[in-house]
């Protein structure tokens, strides 16, 4: 038995010297492995760190050849502020020649000759008015045109304030004449009889406003209640009300002169081009704080009893200077053979093209959460003035002779609440709005009051809002008469969904914007864009806009009326979550697309997320003819504004890597990346596009933002 116990305890010690033995033999063997694979990484990286350091210094040495040869290719862009100047010189000397009544707004004397000769006209039918309105509503539009689309350096700050003061004092001047039509029509209302009620009410539109006009001349409570069946809008009028003699205006007009100057006539990115010499690399970020915009509202002429006030105590016009800021006020240093080439003037780009930490923030911070903040919500739809007013004198026949009492006051406001009343045990007046087929309300709209004392909408005193989307109309009730809009969040659209930017033919595109709500179709044209579609659902809707040419100043103004607002503001980064880029790369990135947009199509990559605020990543394709449209034929590319790469994954890949397209190099522009995979065919396009095409490109990827606001 000891024996075999001793057995079997030397067995089991050989055993275990076996097992450790073994066990040191896979020790060494995984420590040698890890050894040959640590070598073989760091063998790895080297040849990586050298073929990278191969085409770094490749990129260097074409670098200076390369922005020459982009240099070449941005002159389209000087051609095409050259031609814009001289579109201005010679619609103004065909204003000069033509000879015609209408006066050339910028001219100081036209204009108040123009205003002088209106004023003094007494002849207040309300056809007359509305058709000389359109024709101030033109001399308006022409003047915003022209601070939105000319460069700073071609405008004086005197012009600035003299085109700002003439568009103020034609809409009050406008508005005058209307309450002056107003009361004419009220002088006269037996003629306007309904033969039903027995109490006047009148219908006048044309496409800018519409006068819905009641007046209670039988003063029976059972009619507190009227709709204008020709307009959808009605008022429910407490008892106290349909006892008096009193009239209910609603005056829709489908612009907005009420609301501040700024909001009227926000920037739009115009394009310089700056000589680089005053350009510096962007290794040191020193950029020069803006100077703050002053944002100055003007007060409403809405009522007669306050016109005296509206002309003689408004306050100054706003100054729509734009920032100082550029490319040029960033410090650093750059090659001398860089100096050489031109780039864009980045002080045009609206919202936050400049650091983000050194944005400018409104003089003052709203505290009333009922002020609205026109930065998150806009009018839509054009404003509503609702005012009772007091019945005039009525015209009297006798014999061949119209007699009727003039009194000083002209066109008076009815009050109410009566004075002295509390407004708490007064009842509400109700109201109902129906809603033009010409705009588009993506959710239910805030209805917003204006407050003529302090300049600004607020939504407190209305209530009992009902939003009636299938019959296109809004009910609310509000204490007192006043002028009133709807409000829509100014970034519903944003950030869009994808975007793509593809050739169709010869100097000529599609952008194509799908957000939450609709996909946007924008053709584009030789100098020109078009909207093609506004979809919602699989509906095509707003056709009364779509199918026009024009400029894309006059788009972006279309759209937005229209309620369709794709064009972020120069704060929306506080009210839209995105990825911010750095204004060299994303500016750059759209002028070299823009240059390259009559040969390949541009798209929307969910990478440029991960990319990080220094770099824009987006898809590309060759796109000659209109069936390439294979989604495997895209490529992603990468680029900081002076480097792009082509990068090896796709967008199906599981995680973000800057690892380089086999056998592809680093490029200074897109236009070189481009052309090392590109056909012959393609780059010839591209040196043919004509510089309108471009530059109209290049506007719209600058007005929607599509790298950031994605």
Known sequence: ANLKSSGKKKGDKAEQLRLQREEMKQKEEAQLQEQQEEAARLEKERIEREQMEKLEAKDRERRASELAELQSLEQKFLSAQQWRRDCRAQAKWEQYLSCDESPDPTVLQDINTFMSLWREDQN??????????????????????????????????????????????????????????????????????????????????????TFCIWANLKKLPRFKTHMFYDAQHGFDLPKSLALSSVAVRILHTRYDHVSPLWLQCQTVPTLEVLDSKEFTQRSECNVKEPEEKEKTAREEPSMPAEEEKCSDGRKSPVSFKENSNSIADINGTEEETEKKSEILDLSQVVAEPLMHEEMNEREEAITDEKVVDLEQLVPVGGVYHIHALQLPPQVKQIKDW?????????????????????????????????????????????????????????????????????????????????????????????????????????????????????????????????????????????????????????????????????????????????????????????????????????????????????????????????????????????????????????????????????????????????????????????????????????????????????
């Open 124 to 209: 207040e039918d309300v056809q007359l008015v509305m058709e000389k309105g359109e024709q101030v509503l033109k001399l308006i539009e022409k003047l915003q045109f022209l601070l939105l689309d000319t460069p700073p350096n071609e405008i004086t700050e005197k012009e600035r304030v003299q085109y700002q003061e003439s568009i103020l004092e034609l809409q009050t001047l406008l508005h005058q004449k209307y309450d002056g039509a107003t009361e004419r029509l009220l002088k006269t209302a037996n003629m306007y009889k309904d033969s039903e009620t027995g109490n006047m009410q009148v219908v006048i539109k044309d496409k800018n406003v």
């Open 402 to 710: 119209s007699m009727v009492e003039l009194l000083d006051v002209g066109l008076a406001a009815y009050p109410y609440p009566p004075e002295g009343a509390e407004d708490a045990t007064q009842p509400p007046v109700q109201i109902t709005l129906g809603l033009s087929d010409n705009v588009m309300y993506f959710k239910n709209p805030v209805v917003a009051r204006w407050n003529p004392a302090g300049q600004y909408w607020r939504t407190d005193g209305i209530s009992n809002v009902t939003y009636d989307r299938q019959e296109k109309s809004v009910t609310f009730e509000m204490g007192t008469f006043c002028t009133v809009t709807l409000l829509q969040d100014a970034h519903l659209h944003l950030p869009y969904q994808a975007w793509e930017l593809r050739p169709t033919g010869v100097d000529e595109a599609l952008l194509v914007l799908t957000t939450v709500f609709a996909t946007i179709q924008i053709e584009i044209k030789g100098h020109q864009c078009m909207l093609s579609a506004v979809v919602v659902g699989e509906e095509e809707v707003l056709s009364h806009i779509t199918g026009k040419w024009l400029s894309p100043i006059d788009l972006r103004a279309v759209l937005k009326q229209a309620g369709v607002n794709i064009f972020p503001g120069e704060h929306s980064h506080k009210y839209v979550s995105v990825s911010q880029k750095a204004p060299l790369a994303e500016v750059r990135a759209y002028q070299q697309m823009a240059l390259a947009a009559s040969a390949f199509a541009f798209a929307w990559s969910k990478w440029n997320l991960e990319a990080g605020q220094e770099q824009v990543v987006f898809k590309v394709r060759e796109h000659l003819r209109a069936d390439s449209v294979n989604n495997k034929d895209w490529s992603l590319y990468m680029f900081n504004g002076q480097r792009a790469q082509k990068l090896k994954m796709t967008e199906t890949s599981e995680a973000f890597s800057t690892e380089l397209e086999e056998d592809s190099e680093f490029h200074s522009t897109l236009h070189h990346m481009l052309k090392d995979f590109a056909s012959q065919e393609a780059m010839d396009k591209v040196e043919a596009a004509t510089f309108l095409f471009v530059d109209v490109v290049y506007q719209l990827l600058l007005a929607t933002r599509v790298l950031t606001y994605s």
